[in-house]
């Protein structure tokens, strides 16, 4: 029997109508920037396996390391204990990271990232014997699917069950040139007349809402903002950290640096899961006390597991190397390109491009196509290309070690696209 037949026996699979969508693809190995499926098809994985594998599937250099640290140290309770691998990676992260930030809390995803972030900025705020419960957050982001990342992120139609549970949110327009004032005027009058606690946002690049893009600039007011009126500022930079935005981190473009920073997904290089909230002195600060309940009571039993601080690390170590520094230069003159090739195209209707982060939204009414979602994708996936279009966006992630022909291959699919759409 197939695996894709065998799955079906038992498998759930995440954000899944079963009923409508019950075929799934079974793949069998990855290399570098390829997806093999199981008959051995080949497929150039435009998305880095959601932001993941940025230095390639099964990287030699990561897996090596990986492979040696399993036979020295598997796992070990990081309360009460530390080991070798976290306090290297606590060293060399903190060296990359936005100079204001000092201290790490691990726990396992890109959603636990961000509600340990959102009950630390309640707990900062309480240890100093103030209850403050409201989060503000940016129209359209996405921080996950536990319930404080997903009443934090911005309302879908899948939330209808789960709404009367979400924490106090209050959210804002993402800023543009034109609504700045009215943004700035909403979010201070949000924190003068509620006890807020924290800012919440995907800085610069908003991943789920289809690789949105904003000014850095503006998100600097409001994070100043924040500043003046002790609003802990959270940046999540699951999707947006180490490298793709052209810098090591988003927040590098911002003059105001956050209080609080969310990482996962490629920080360990797409080998096994593994996130990190890191904080300034200050927050951390805040629960120092003799008292012991101002403690900060979270942990996760897999919390800073040897073998995925090892991950990072040789992830960390490639990032900046010079081959990697040069092909993130690469792709993003490549995509450049791209974009002014195709931005007249008459089904075009923008695209934008931050770093080796590329997006271009289809001028078609969505209803007159049908499922145009479905379509391209399909269509991408015969052509040997993996893309997930997002509604009428087509976005391109690719790992850093992509080649210029497999790149080629993924722009001309893309032109083939627009041609039979
Ligand atoms: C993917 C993502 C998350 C959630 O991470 P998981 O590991 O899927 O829980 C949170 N925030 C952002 C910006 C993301 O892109």
Redo the contacts with the bound molecule.
């Keep these: 029997m197939s695996l894709t037949k065998r799955d079906k026996k038992h498998l759930w699979h995440p954000l899944t109508q079963h009923k409508l969508h019950s075929e799934h693809l079974a793949i069998a190995k990855a290399k570098n920037a390829i997806l093999i499926d199981d008959n051995g098809n080949e497929y150039i994985d435009g998305i880095a396996s959601?932001?993941t594998c940025m230095y390639g599937h099964c990287n030699e250099y990561i897996t090596q390391k990986v492979s040696a640290q399993m036979q020295q140290l598997d796992h070990v309770v990081f309360a009460g204990f530390t080991h070798e691998p976290a306090i290297k990676l606590s060293e060399e992260l903190i060296k990359i990271l936005p100079n204001n930030q000092e201290k790490l809390f691990f726990s396992d995803?890109?959603?636990?990232s961000?509600d340990i972030a959102i009950k630390m900025s309640l707990q900062y705020h309480f240890n100093q014997g103030e209850k403050r419960g409201k989060v503000i957050a940016l129209e359209g982001g996405?921080?996950?699917?536990?319930f404080g990342?997903m009443s934090v992120s911005g309302l879908s139609v899948y939330n209808g069950p789960f709404e009367d549970f979400f924490i106090d949110v209050a959210r804002i327009p993402v800023p543009t040139k034109e609504n700045i004032l009215s943004v700035k005027k909403q979010f201070l009058q949000l924190i003068q007349e509620n006890k807020v606690a924290s800012f919440i946002f995907?800085p610069i690049v908003q991943?789920?809402a289809a690789m949105q893009m904003h000014d850095p600039s503006l998100l600097d007011e409001l994070i100043s903002l924040a500043k003046e009126n002790n609003v802990l500022t959270i940046a999540?930079e699951?999707?947006?950290g180490f490298g793709k935005t052209g810098s090591y981190f988003a927040s590098d473009y911002l003059q105001n640096k956050p209080d609080i920073i969310?990482l996962?997904?490629s920080l360990t290089a797409g080998l096994v899961?593994m996130?990190i909230t890191s904080c300034t002195q200050k927050v951390y600060d805040a629960f120092l006390s003799n008292d012991i309940s101002k403690g900060f009571f979270h942990g996760h039993t897999y919390s800073a597991n040897p073998i995925a601080c090892t991950a990072a690390l040789a992830g960390i170590e490639l990032l900046q190397t010079e081959v990697i520094q040069q092909q993130i230069k690469k792709i993003t003159l490549k995509h450049q390109t791209f974009a002014n090739e195709i931005k007249s195209h008459p089904k075009v209707k923008t695209t934008r491009q931050q770093g080796v982060i590329f997006a271009l939204d289809l001028d078609v009414e969505m209803e007159r196509y049908g499922n145009l979602r479905n379509k391209l994708f399909n269509f991408f996936m015969q052509n040997g290309v993996c893309l997930r279009p997002l509604g009428n966006t087509i976005y391109i992630l690719a790992p850093f070690v992509i080649t210029n022909q497999q790149l080629d291959k993924i722009y001309a699919t893309i032109k083939k696209a627009l041609e039979i759409l």
């Design positions: 959601w932001y995803n890109g959603s636990t961000v996405f921080h996950g699917d536990t990342a995907e991943g789920a999540d699951v999707m947006t969310c996962s997904k899961p996130a």
